[in-house]
């Protein structure tokens, strides 16, 4: 329909800003998409979803959504680890931003998927897309 936008009700929108507020307090380790969804309904997903099209928040992994801001912060990070040519190991890297493996592993594949970091076995370089403001 003419004018109509998705999340334009009071509810609607209430629940956005409620589920990117948990997303956003989660900080740099964010709850994954099923404890979103115990907290505030099946359509979560579909939430989270919109909240990344408006660049409110990242699809990491499949299960997890980090808020834009805590996402650049950690990129930030992993970039400086990695400049002027150096490479580090994932373990190095969460040592770095503070992360668990549970989350820096995932990160650290996103990173790889859109271009900020190479791997190269066990170990990370700087990518191509690494110069360009991300994400």
Known sequence: RAGWSP???DADSDKMQRVLDA?????QQPPAIDELST???A??????KLLARRGDVIAVAPDRYFATGAAQEIIGVIQAELAHGMSRAASELRVATGLTRKYIIPFLEYCDRIGITNRDGDKRTLGKGSSTSAP
Do not use: H, I, K, P
Not at 23 to 27: L, S, Y
Not at 43 to 48: E, H
């Open 39 to 41: 907290r505030f309904g």
């Open 7 to 9: 999340g334009t009700s």
């Open 23 to 27: 997303v956003v307090t989660g900080g």
């Open 43 to 48: 359509d979560t997903l579909a939430v989270l």
